[in-house]
């Protein structure tokens, strides 16, 4: 015993240490940038090969001899997700790349607005997910330990009493590689060349080990091709039934594992180099598993045939060379077995420990330490030591569970309870890629639900009867309830345990995700993420945008340096800063700045701390109003449909305050032509009015006196004139007003001006006309008639109006700067305010006196002093009537 | 004895015109031109008779003739309204208001007499 297991020991060692040295030799080379062989799709598709567990290599031989064909529903999932659901994965590849994911959690949460409450969910659903398969690849390293130790397959039972500190070894060892190799340093890209290229061997390994066996066992033991199909088919095995539900559920089981383990999500997205790999992965890996799987039945039936009956058919695989004593073809299949088990731990405890750290470990940390991200030493030792103690701690909780659960349950049923435990994340994590109404109550919902159903009808059952659930509660129900019963939930008796749970717990988790989902309303910055990550192809770039106006450029680099390192974060500050066009280590704090310094912090803690940290020193974490904008299309388009509506109503309310404007103006034009007709009319049929009526007296009237008659007369002359000199004005101001009256500009004096319309005015005497004759000594050049013409309106206004006893007119001219003023003040009553008003307009004959003129006087004034390019004005506020006439002076 | 007739109109020679036509027929012309005092004169006159020009100094004809209508002496009086202003409007006012009869300027001599005749001797 102690010779056999000496050898294994070294071997093992030995192993390690290559394991060791092939980590170590990738890892140099990628920092060194020569490890363009590191980026190969084969070694991609190879670190996926971690599917393929120590319950792969050994398990799967167990699960023939014992279930028939069933185990192929193993390989059959993830094959139809490789080759049918490439496109899911391409988009979770960019997805994870564009927001430089770290984790399923890390994704989930992120596309659900960063939610750190469904991080933290996630992670314990994983932790608790993944612990039975730790514990079974410790159980499976146990067990082969133990074959070899009790250097007979029959007493595996009596060796595993002993073997329980070799399983505590296992682990501790285990722990220590992939911390060491986990978390040698902190990378921004969250990559480790080193352990995918030991893994990658080890998926080399643990195939040719399961070939070599199975060659062996074929040739070797069946004595060829043809006599072990022979026995094939005369074996139980091929007579096993197929089950279709149990087949359906395994299959969509073990293909939604593929996409939800925690360690398949970190070497298909996390580690994954390339979009391209896929392509080359979509084959290679089918393939691979068809290698794999192809001689787990010839191993089991011949296994069956040769070996003792109570022989554990998990250990087939290990049992076949030792008894047939080929102790080397015994050793290679030891070694393709601890492949497969420490692949599977290492990578599991690396994401597990990503998703502690960065989701639970770090938020609490940063909230014990308050706001002092910055002042609390170096945060980078903070975040690894918090790996590390998260894969002990990870890997410890294997072994616990392997403890507890008592190692007996066969290694397919563990791996079952853990492929459904992470199933659970698969409609959140579709959801999440797919569907933009998915908001992050529905996650959470969705989450728990299916959470708690696979916990109460699978988890809690495995360990057992009497081990977490009492035999009376799995039988009767809690508390009686019957329709609670872990295995046959709401009364459905007699459904195989396993469809029974899987059916459950995704359906209930698919429904409560989306009726919450539904139901609830996503925060602004859960809508950006959502767009973002279902449309990642659209836009490839992104994350939410900081505006960083207050942000201190050196505190960011201080809390950089301390998360990724001293010299990365200088370089990553310098570059920023050069590519701004500025010098030394402070950029300006720009949003595209920020926002890459979000991605690279969360390479290193997670996109939900790094925003909160980033959050921290910018400040104001919250959704900016851009953000807002930014949030959905949908928006953007609903805001730039309503602006332009509201351009459109503004358009329209402007043109119809046009048109209003418009209408009125016409309105009053027409009123304004109504009354001028009118007004017409009253003066043309005033004075026809007295004429018809005396040329009829004159014709029909006997015995008028001559002096009536000679009066009468003079009344018909005295009205013919005045509508003679009414139908003059009009036809003046029409023509003024027309613009078509050509005016004659010739040089004069002013004086002369006003010395002919005072002899024109036609003055009775009563009116006395005060002048300063030496300052109406003015050259001008502009029409002397027509500015007589007006000249002579206002002092024959003056004349008629003035009500003075003595009314006398005062003329005063004015040379002023670069024009001349003349003005006409009377000693009379003046015009009433509101009457000044109107005095230009037509017709705005006041008072009561009749006598003469039709009131347009004023307004051809008006009109003569606009041809002369001077102004005719009320002056008021000189005691009586008073009028300026301003022209411009002559050069 | 002949019927008296009060004119209230602004224009001078339209106030001859009429004045003479209408003493020539045997009228009593009392003649006033000032709209803001027409009624007083109306009541101390109480003629058979108003002619009224809708266009006066002070009050208008048409506040004047409605005046006349509420006034419980004149109330019965016939008018005769004169413009100058040649619109229906005024026309359709002035016989809503009361008036008798309305007459647009010019107007013949011949007219008047008739007009007045037929207001004063139905």
Redesign the interface.
Known sequence: MSNSLNILAAVCAGYAALLFLVAFVAERAAKRGRARWLNSPIIYTLSLSIYCTAWTFYGAVGFAARSGLEYLTIYIGPTLVMVGWWWVLRKLVRVGRAQRITSIADLISNRFGKSNSLAVLITLMAVAGTTPYIALQLQSVTLSFSVFAAAGPQDTARALDSSEATAFWVALGLALFTVLFGTRNLDVNERHHGVVMAIALEAVVKLIALLAVGVFVVWGLGGGLGPVLAKIESSSISQWEIAPSRWVALIALSGAAFLTLPRMFQVLVVENDDERHLRFAAWAFPSYLLLISLFIVPIAVVGRSVLPAATNPDLYVLSIPLMSGETGLAFLSFLGGFSSATSMVIVAAIALSTMVSNHIVMPIWLRLTGGGALMAGDLRNVVLLSRRFSIIGVVLLGYVYYRLSGGGAALAAIGLVSFAGVAQFLPALLGGLFWRGATRNGALAGLLVGFVIWGWTMFLPSFGPDAALSAAVLAQGPWGLAALRPEALFGFVGLDPLVHAVFWSLSLNSMAFIVVSLVSFPSPLERLQGAQIVDVFKHSSGGQRWRGGMAQSEDLLLMAQRIIGATQAQKLFRNAASAQGLEGYLPEPTPEFLNQLERELAGSVGAATAHAMVGQIVGGAAVSVDDLIAVADEAAQIMEYSSQLEAKSEELSRTARQLREANEKLTELSHQKDAFL?QI???L??????????S??LR??QGLSREDQGKYSS?IN??SVRLTRLLDDLLDLSVLENGQVSMNIEAGNLCDVLDRAVAAAGLSGRLSIMRRREREQLPITTDLDRLSQVFINLIANAHKYCDAPAPELKIVARAREGRITIDFIDNGLGISRDDQRVIFEKFSRL??D??SGAGLGLSICREVMQRLGGTISYLPGQGGAAFRVALARAN | MGKTVVLVE?????I???S??LS?DGWTVHTHS?GDTALAVLETRAPDLIVLDV?L??RSGLEILSDIRAHTALAQTPVMMLT????TKDRERALELGANRYM???????EVLVAVRELVDP
């Open positions: 009118s009319s009253h003066e049929r005033t004075p026809m009015t007295s004429i018809r009526a005396f009829e007296i029909d009237a009344i005295a009205e008072g009561d009749r006598e | 602004d224009e001078p020679n339209i001859e015109a009429i003479f036509i020539r000032n266009m100094p002070g100058a202003r040649g619109q647009t300027k010019p107007f013949s001599n011949a």
